[in-house]
């Protein structure tokens, strides 16, 4: 891995989500096929423009003209890809406040959670398809439920077939607005705005709303929120989960940190990027090999598991940029005979 490589990926990484993050300028380029000066000045202010300017140029995205820095058709091309990324796109204050050098807030959750659930739908559907197997009611409890994307996507797959009852669980304010007001309707459905690693905390309010134990336990890309990430910590948050919740599964999805060298070729996500806005604004993206080995120490055994974004490496060895897997409580004495 050349030190330009990973240059290139986190400008490339920076850039992206600085435009993106800017609708208007992004349907500038896209549509005239020109990055506008004045409008970058406008928005982010001279040093910026020089910034971006300056990567486009050096790798040959573009060239100077008349009317303002004219964009290649690649570039436009890579613009268009990033319609989705509303993630990056809200951590594209964060990056211009360390090019200004300055102590960044926290990048707009909002946006992120948005973002998260619009482009999280391709891994909840194969969940949602297992969970629903032959049964005709599902209790779930969803921590980090972010904007209710999870349970909206459960509600529409399960139909009048299978009867639902859930509960969000987030800390933030926006997630838990959101979530209320998108199931307002639904009697079946509430949530609580509380940490999600203080099982103590909601389960009292989920067993009072259940009266019964859930089938499931839903973490969709809340671990690698963690702030200064200790293994104990979330061993011990796995080991509450399982003493209060005896009889209930888990179904955990979430990032895989890269090695460098994927990290170099991956062309199938925008994974250099998260990686790095992950790393900036402190949160924790574990490598597989911590994943195995959290997932071996905590009291549940491991009953199905999916991988996305598969790479095969140069020494033969597999790379996955997400995982998904189910997990089944075992008893304590199971646990240490194991
Ligand atoms: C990456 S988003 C994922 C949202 C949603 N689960 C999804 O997949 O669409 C992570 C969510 O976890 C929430 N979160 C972060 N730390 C949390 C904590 N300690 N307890 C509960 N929720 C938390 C965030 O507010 C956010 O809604």
């Known amino acids: 891995m050349q030190i330009q490589d990973l240059v290139h990926h986190f400008s490339l990484g920076f850039l992206v989500c600085a435009l993106g993050n800017q609708r208007e300028l992004k349907s500038e380029i896209v549509l005239g096929g020109c990055l506008k000066k004045s409008l970058v000045v406008s928005i982010w202010g001279a040093d910026a423009y020089n910034f971006i300017r300056a990567y486009l140029l050096v790798r040959g995205y573009g060239e100077d003209a008349a009317e303002g820095f004219q964009v290649s058709n690649e570039f436009r091309e890579l613009i268009r890809r990033s319609q989705s990324l509303n993630v990056p796109f809200s951590y594209a204050p964060l990056f211009l406040d360390l090019i200004h050098g300055k102590r960044s807030t926290e990048p707009d959750r909002a946006l992120n959670i948005k973002g998260s659930a619009d482009t999280h739908q391709r891994y909840f559907l194969p ?39 859930a509960f969000g669980v987030d800390v933030s304010d926006i997630s838990i607005n959101t979530f209320n007001s998108r199931f307002e309707r639904y009697s079946k459905i509430a949530s609580m705005k509380c940490d999600g690693f203080d099982v103590e905390q909601w389960s009292t309010a989920v067993k009072q709303f259940l009266l019964t134990d859930p089938d499931y336990i839903s973490l969709w890309f ?102 998904t897997v189910f997990l089944s409580p075992i008893s304590e004495e199971e646990f240490l005979n194991a």
Not at 149 to 160: E, K, T, V
Request: aromatic share 8%; hydrophobic share 40%.
């Open 127 to 165: 969940v949602i398809s297992q969970m629903k197997r032959g049964v005709s009611s599902l209790r779930v409890i969803d921590i980090g439920c972010g904007n209710g994307g999870f349970i909206a996507n459960l509600l529409a797959s399960c139909g009048s077939r299978v009867s639902v009852q």
């Open 222 to 323: 809340l671990i690698h929120e963690l702030r200064n990430f200790r293994i104990t910590e979330v061993q011990d948050f796995f080991c509450q989960l399982q003493q209060r919740f005896p009889r209930t599964a888990l179904v955990l999805t979430d990032l895989v940190r890269p090695r460098l060298e994927a990290f170099a070729t991956n062309a199938l996500t925008v994974m250099p990027e998260y990686t790095l806005f992950h790393d900036l604004s402190g949160q924790s993206l574990l490598d597989q090999q911590t994943w195995n080995s959290m997932l071996e120490s905590i009291p549940y055994e491991v009953t199905a598991s999916r991988q996305y974004d598969t790479r095969v490496l140069s020494d033969g060895r597999q790379e996955h940029s997400v995982i």
